[in-house]
């Protein structure tokens, strides 16, 4: 592993967020190399004294693959692994390629695909050998193609494809997504760097099975679970692919459709790693990608992860108005989950109604929609024919019902919602 330090400041962060990736793609990492620099050299990144000191120990060792903490160039890339006499994998390849081990949707194998055709695409300026030699006749587009325009050809075809077939996939997800919005079901969005225990305390929450574990990217697929428990009424909760800095821009254009479903979001609760040392520079990243794709301005609500590893007691933070503004809990062992569920009973619930209303004879198809809800404790009818309920409903129930046509939606509205 190289690890360029362009400005001469040392980032141990980094060096272990980076260690961490090859850990995660599956490699085992055999050597670390620094390499201090002013400014990045045009053919190589880092210096060809270091390029030279590379090359002997991979010649040494028997290396097979060197891994860049950087972004590589075309020709960066193309000289190192020249120089080197090994594959030469820069930052953005090897998120690329962990992103690809990972998905197991559909929609996420495209979006993969696409992301990875994207980042090949600048890729074919390599001057390796088949991509000078002339090609014609049929198939080709013409006598004198080269093979590198008909690797460009055949790539923009293939671009153009996966970009119509998720095209199609977002279509399907704003249905969804205002299939939600008129059954008034508030949606709660989890985002946060990855590792941050976001799938582990969506599992609390949901009683749901998402696959957990202790590395980074270990989901991409979104998952969407109704949360039934909740003392104001049932809301949605996502879960969304983990953040994380200089998060490919091939990624993040490829899983925009995925990441905008935090924009129908009624909540956007950000999970931090409470034990983190560096959170405030990954909360800083996670706030940079929601600005990105427009959700900066959406309710938030800070949940501090794994207090279980840390001094800080579970609960509640107010701010000075009396909001919540963050809680403290450990998915793992459950502490501060009730504080979390008031939380978000507070930030997103309405409430409940609990009152005795008067429908009268006229209004037969509310009386009608209420015992369908299940939220009638006890009926008495008057010698007019008026029936007195006694009901227990929540408030996108009862605002549900004001749509209801005529007398009976006007009633609704003046009995239980004013």
Same mark, same amino acid.
């Given at each position: 592993?190289?690890?360029?330090?362009?400005?001469?400041?040392?980032?141990?962060?980094?060096? +272990?967020?980076?260690?961490?990736?090859?850990?995660? %793609?599956?490699?085992?990492?055999?050597?670390?190399?620094?390499?201090?620099?002013?400014?990045?050299?045009?053919?190589?990144?880092?210096?060809?004294?270091?390029?030279?000191?590379? %090359?002997?120990?991979?010649?040494?060792?028997?290396?097979?693959?060197?891994?860049? #903490? =950087?972004?590589?160039?075309?020709?960066?890339?193309?000289?190192?692994?020249?120089?080197?006499?090994?594959?030469?994998?820069?930052?953005?390849?090897?998120?690329?390629?962990?992103?690809?081990?990972? %998905?197991?949707?559909?929609?996420?194998?495209?979006?993969?695909?696409?992301?990875?055709?994207?980042?090949?695409?600048?890729?074919?300026?390599?001057?390796?050998?088949?991509?000078?030699?002339?090609?014609?006749?049929?198939?080709?587009?013409?006598?004198?193609?080269?093979?590198?325009?008909?690797?460009?050809?055949?790539?923009?075809?293939?671009?153009? /494809?996966?970009?119509?077939?998720?095209?199609?996939?977002?279509?399907?997800?704003? +249905?969804?997504?205002?299939?939600?919005?008129?059954?008034?079901?508030?949606?709660? =969005?989890?985002?946060?760097?990855? #590792? %941050?225990?976001?799938?582990?305390?969506?599992?609390?929450?949901?009683?749901?099975?998402?696959?957990?574990?202790?590395?980074?990217?270990?989901?991409?697929?979104?998952?969407?679970?109704?949360?039934?428990?909740?003392?104001?009424?049932?809301?949605?909760?996502?879960?969304?692919?983990?953040?994380?800095?200089?998060?490919?821009?091939?990624?993040?254009?490829?899983?925009?459709?995925?990441?905008?479903?935090?924009?129908?979001?009624?909540?956007?609760?950000?999970?931090?790693?409470?034990?983190?040392?560096?959170?405030?520079?990954?909360?800083?990243?996670?706030?940079?990608?929601? +600005?990105?794709?427009?959700?900066?301005?959406?309710?938030?609500?800070?949940?501090?992860?794994?207090?279980?590893?840390?001094?800080?007691?579970?609960?509640? +933070?107010?701010?000075?108005?009396? /909001?919540?503004?963050?809680?403290?809990?450990?998915?793992?062992?459950?502490?501060?989950?009730?504080?979390?569920?008031?939380?978000?009973?507070?930030?997103?619930?309405?409430?409940?109604?609990?009152?005795?209303?008067?429908?009268?004879?006229?209004?037969?198809?509310?009386? =009608?929609?209420?015992?369908?809800?299940?939220?009638?404790?006890?009926?008495?009818?008057?010698?007019?024919?008026?029936?007195?309920?006694?009901?227990?409903?929540?408030?996108?129930?009862?605002?549900?019902?004001?749509?209801?046509?005529?007398?009976?939606?006007?009633?609704?509205?003046?009995?239980?919602?004013?």
């Amino acid at each position: 592993m190289l690890h360029p330090v362009l400005d001469l400041s040392d980032d141990a962060d980094s060096r +272990e967020e980076f260690r961490r990736l090859a850990e995660s %793609a599956g490699l085992t990492v055999v050597a670390e190399m620094r390499a201090p620099r002013r400014r990045p050299d045009a053919r190589y990144l880092v210096g060809s004294g270091k390029v030279e000191e590379v %090359a002997e120990r991979v010649k040494a060792e028997e290396i097979v693959l060197v891994l860049v #903490n =950087a972004r590589l160039s075309p020709i960066q890339e193309r000289n190192l692994v020249r120089r080197l006499g090994c594959n030469v994998l820069d930052r953005t390849t090897l998120i690329l390629d962990i992103f690809a081990q990972r %998905a197991r949707s559909h929609e996420g194998k495209l979006q993969v695909e696409l992301a990875q055709l994207k980042h090949l695409s600048t890729r074919l300026v390599r001057g390796w050998t088949h991509l000078e030699r002339q090609r014609g006749g049929i198939g080709m587009r013409g006598p004198g193609e080269t093979q590198l325009e008909t690797d460009r050809r055949l790539l923009a075809d293939r671009i153009r /494809q996966l970009t119509g077939r998720l095209g199609k996939v977002e279509q399907r997800r704003a +249905e969804g997504r205002r299939a939600r919005e008129r059954g008034d079901i508030p949606l709660i =969005a989890l985002v946060g760097y990855t #590792n %941050a225990g976001k799938s582990t305390l969506f599992n609390r929450l949901t009683e749901s099975a998402v696959m957990a574990r202790d590395q980074l990217f270990a989901t991409l697929d979104p998952t969407v679970r109704r949360i039934e428990n909740l003392a104001g009424g049932t809301v949605l909760m996502s879960d969304t692919v983990g953040f994380i800095r200089d998060l490919p821009p091939e990624l993040v254009a490829a899983f925009r459709a995925t990441l905008e479903e935090t924009l129908g979001a009624s909540l956007v609760v950000h999970v931090i790693d409470g034990a983190d040392p560096d959170r405030l520079r990954h909360q800083s990243v996670v706030d940079e990608v929601l +600005e990105d794709i427009g959700a900066g301005d959406l309710p938030r609500l800070k949940v501090f992860n794994k207090v279980d590893l840390t001094d800080h007691a579970p609960g509640l +933070e107010r701010d000075e108005s009396g /909001q919540v503004s963050a809680v403290w809990v450990s998915a793992t062992t459950g502490d501060g989950m009730e504080s979390l569920q008031r939380a978000l009973v507070e930030r997103v619930g309405e409430g409940r109604i609990h009152r005795w209303i008067a429908v009268g004879p006229t209004c037969q198809r509310l009386r =009608a929609r209420l015992f369908d809800l299940g939220v009638v404790l006890e009926e008495r009818v008057d010698d007019s024919g008026t029936s007195h309920l006694e009901v227990d409903l929540d408030r996108r129930d009862a605002r549900s019902l004001t749509r209801l046509d005529g007398a009976d939606g006007k009633l609704a509205e003046q009995l239980l919602l004013d």
